[in-house]
């Protein structure tokens, strides 16, 4: 859909309509993407708390309970590759409205499965709708954000981590209370939001016919990308296996469902809080320095932390959460700046594909789970953010960037 053009005007017309009125400087639009991207998140995470009720319910082991997570992340992230390309070409207002509305519903029926098979059905089809929402949100908020695109992206990035902490909260003891054969009426609250927040959506104006979008043009910018891809490959395996893992983790350490929920979630939770500060930190200080003082300042905590027990191993967690997590707005941010083309698939890149390279993964730390043990398996992936680090380091310390493509309001 595309904008009437307002560079010339006749004498004879009205004075034009006043400004949105902004939020915290930031255009009216953030705040709703970021609004839904909390809704589409928030479901996105029903499956790994609900792992202590699915593993014994389908008989599942560990490696088929990682592999099912590798499968969903295939699904959630992987595919955002071809949704940012088509986001990059065709209506892309389309897939913002439509994704969240997959992912509600199909994401809640996931106490309807009765076999691994159907669960990874559902788990699948659920995560196409989040990945059809990522990349063109993430570019409408870079194309209406202006010189602080690190802030911007952190507000919209922000919401979804915050839904993603509150999940594991709010959905697993509902839950456990009444039954995994009830778990579609948790698909209410999240329609109700989207029925607002969807109705908001504005105008996106895809690129003009020709132009040089989509992977094509972003051949001149692989090396950065490459290797800005890898960290984010390494940081995601670390955040997914501890995410994945975590509430198995504590439940087999005598917490309840209930209670091993509340400390993910607070893991998750402070995680998020540490996205929001990362943007703001590199238009500050630059994107490769806080990219890699936030990797290794990481490692302490996520090395100890699977080493102790109940709350004390919750706590580390979540401040080697907190750290780890802060590189993810400015990976996105630092990505659409090094490649000033194409933001959608930039998107798609950093959020989708390098997430799901990272989630392919999980299952090998549920293969060293099963032999090893779960708390050295996690010890161990609290070494990755090193090998993040060293790929960062020869990443440039600003990046070049061109005037945005305005999106309609």
Partial sequence: MTTPARDVMPSAAPAPAAAPRRFFGLHPAIPLMASTHFVVDAYGNIYAPLLPLLIPALGMSLTMAGTLAMCFQLASSVSQLGFGAIADRWRPRRLVIAGPLLAVVVLSAIGWASSPLTLGLILILGG????????????????????????????HITGGSLGFSIAPLVFAPMIA??????SPVIAIPGLVALAYTLRRVPPIEPPPRGSAGGFRGLRPYARPLTLLYF??????LTGAGLATFMPVLLTRQGMGVGEASAAVSLYLFLSGIGGFLGGPLADRFGPRRVIIWSLVSAVPFLVAGPLMTGWTLTLLLAVG????????PVNVTFGQALAPVSAATVSSLMMGFAWGTGGLMVPIVGLVADRAGLPLALSLVGLVPLGAAAFALPLPAVAPSLPDRVTAP
Avoid: E, Y
């Fill in 128 to 155: 196409f709708g989040g990945a059809m929402f990522h990349p063109p949100a993430a570019a409408l908020v870079h194309a209406i954000s202006d010189h602080r695109k690190g802030f911007s992206m952190s507000v």
């Fill in 177 to 182: 209370a009444v039954g995994l054969g009830w």
């Fill in 231 to 236: 960290v984010v490959v390494l940081r995601t």
């Fill in 321 to 328: 959460g907190f750290l780890l997590q802060s590189t993810l």
